[in-house]
């Protein structure tokens, strides 16, 4: 299954004098430049916001009666009604599949519609579902209820994804609706998955109850709190309105509130978003000094927790910029690894969040979607232009950098203490791909033992809050399903390439 974007629009670049060529150094990090190629890339302009304006980036001076241009998706955005239009008539048509506007929109619903493209003749249209698991914390309930999805309207098999959240392929657009409000009142949601805005929130995956990890977790929360929509699309088109939403913490609803330095809509369903959402995809981790089993300088914004002597979380610091994607055989594309902003204290890290979003909102470029990730706006502007502006949204200047140690890979396999008295158990996925034998095993552990669950960034599953007493028994039946022998093997390769 191969996903269908609808029809693909060229845009060419302008040959204009005035718009200069600046040149990129490469994929690099604080201390080395990890590419040597050059890569070109068109500049945005630089001006200081007085009005919240969420189009596209114009090329010519603000003073131009030109309207400036936008991709197809941006129009379907404005035209939507806040991701409704025409979506929810889509959906009740007696077609197998969706038309253009409804596929790029169905998107910030957490879906995409695919079909074989190895078939011939009529297309075979099914929808891949994705869910939102800050972290990649899934309770239990959860777990058990995507199990049972993928057998009734998938393919059989789950898989997990490099942002620690469940794929649900194969589902037909007639249940659609059933599976959609099937997640959401099982402790659920595919709100925000896919789709112009932040994606899913990654932390370290390992249920560890010491204070950084503790607090870590709980920043990746209010952040995925923070920036979910606000105007109820999703739950009036899969739901027919009622919502399902759990109270938020008071400093997460404050900081949404909060537009003391213009960062919001005024009176607009989206106080963050606006109708246009962001300009592509937003991608956020946070994680704790050593621990990058997020990859962490891979997203748009790392935030690492900073603690005192005593182990205390003070702050964070802050990286920008990182990104993997690139378009074939497009030389002005390049990946990026993020780079230093600043720090902040811990009571305003969503303030700052918010101010980095407001500044990729209000000038990542609109017209070419090849070109609108946030990455290259720095790579534009340079890091101490981004900088000015977001310190603009964010009503302060950031702090020095505090002094990291050296960052290590962790994969959680096998069997760890959490700190409470119990265990949690890391199994290796192959592909991400739960299926078989291996998802009818981990369904009977899960289920008899009433097990909360965690998918890490590299598409393995934790078996969390084990009982010492469990250990036995749960370690008998993994062991017969050749689960634990494969994660042994793995873990003793992996740490064998990294003490090369």
Known sequence: MTTSFGSATSTVIPNDPKIRMQSFTGLKSLHSIALARNHRVFPLPFSTPSVITAVSTPVKPETSTTEPKRSKVEIFKEQSNFIRYPLNEEILTDTPNINEAATQLIKFHGSYQQYNRDERGTRSYSFMLRTKNPGGKVPNQLYLTMDDLADQFGIGTLRLTTRQTFQLHGVLKKNLKTVMSTIIKNMGSTLGACGDLNRNVLAPAAPLMTKEYLFAQETADNIAALLTPQSGFYYDVWVDGERFMTSEPPEVVKARNDNSHKTNFPDSPEPIYGTQFLPRKFKIAVTVPTDNSVDILTNDIGVVVVSDD?????????????????????????????????YVPKEDILYAIKAIVATQRDHGRRDDRRYSRMKYLISSWGIEKFKTVVEQYYGKKFGPFRELPEWEFKSYLGWHEQGDGALFCGLHVDNGRVGGKMKKTLR????????????????????????????????????????????LLLAIIAYSFLNL
């Open 310 to 342: 005593n182990g205390e979380p003070q702050g964070f610091n802050i990286y920008v910029g990182g990104g993997m994607g690139r378009t074939h055989r497009m030389e002005a594309t390049f990946p990026r690894l993020g780079e230093p902003l600043g």
């Open 444 to 487: 009977e552990v899960i289920e008899k033992y009433n097990l909360n669950v965690r998918i890490t960034p590299n598409q393995n599953i934790i078996l969390c809050d084990i009982r010492s007493a469990w250990r036995r028994p749960i370690t008998t039946v993994l062991a017969q399903a050749g689960l634990l022998v494969r994660c």
